[in-house]
């Protein structure tokens, strides 16, 4: 039986992009299984499709394989690669995309090798011409290093993915905006080091109400680790930008609470 492979793109479902991505790979096989997955991230926005990516791994059985094309530099000298992350197989453009995947795998072993680009593949549709056939062969169960050459140097990771540590203050942005109205910050639950988060600022606004679900938020915005595993600001049946928070892009700062016992 084969794995499936599920998608995550900026292509939208308003043109034909998405699926031609699904009949690529049953050119490959027609018994394999494309699953829509994510289609909907912001045109070119590469730091929320590396959220989308490493959301949508945590939710897949083992084995899938993910094809993850948010390309803005397609048809340029931009690798193309396919990436074992700790047994999360995917493939994707080397932008950062698979920024969370690869540094969360650190401690479970990492491969990476570039693909080549066929000769007849279309310098606009990368995803339709090299991603989805790729992830279709890793889906029959074609070996990694089968599909390319070994990367000489670690994937390009984005910067913006990850917090800036300054002590007891961890400084993000909000990297997703969900279609709730959630603002997904980069600030992960591994970076609060166990500690507990005290307050959460941003321009114009703050919140001290730290919640564990969505119904323990009272008036205003609240603070929480979502599912994925990051800090979310959140409304009680609201988006947060109603109530003043930040919007997708916006700078976050998380303060953490003194651990009990510390010399103030």
Not at 86 to 109: I, M
Not at 129 to 138: S, V, Y
Not at 172 to 194: E, K, P
Request: charged share 20%.
């Amino acid at each position: 039986m084969h794995a499936p492979i599920v998608f995550v793109t900026d292509f939208g479902t308003a043109d034909t992009y998405a699926a031609a991505l699904a009949a690529a790979c049953w050119r490959v096989d027609p018994q394999l299984t494309a699953i829509a997955g994510m289609h909907e991230v912001p045109p070119g926005d590469v730091l929320a499709g590396a959220y989308h990516l490493k959301a949508m791994a945590l939710a897949m059985p083992p084995g899938a394989v993910l094809c993850a094309v948010v390309d803005p530099g397609v048809g340029s000298d931009r690798a193309a690669l396919a990436v074992d992350a700790g047994g999360t197989l995917c493939v994707v453009p080397d932008n950062g995309l698979v920024s969370y995947l690869w540094a969360e795998a650190e401690l479970r072993g990492r491969r990476c090798v570039r693909l080549p680009v066929p000769g007849d593949a279309s310098a606009t549709f990368h995803g339709r011409d090299l991603f989805a056939p790729a992830a279709a062969r890793l889906a029959t169960g074609v070996a990694l290093e089968e599909l390319g050459e070994p990367l000489d140097r670690a994937p390009v990771l984005c910067d913006r993915a990850f917090c800036g540590d300054r002590g007891d203050v961890l400084h993000g942005v909000v990297c997703v905006v969900d279609r709730f109205g959630n603002a997904i910050t980069t600030v992960r639950s591994a970076d609060l080091r166990g500690r507990a988060i005290a307050a959460v600022e941003w321009e114009g606004g703050a919140t001290e109400q730290v919640v564990r679900t969505y119904a323990g938020i009272s008036d205003g915005v609240g603070a929480l680790v979502g599912s994925a595993g990051h800090v979310e600001l959140a409304g009680r049946g609201v988006a947060t930008e109603v109530l003043g928070g930040p919007g997708r892009g916006a700078a976050v700062r998380v303060r953490l609470a003194v651990p009990m016992g510390t010399p103030r």
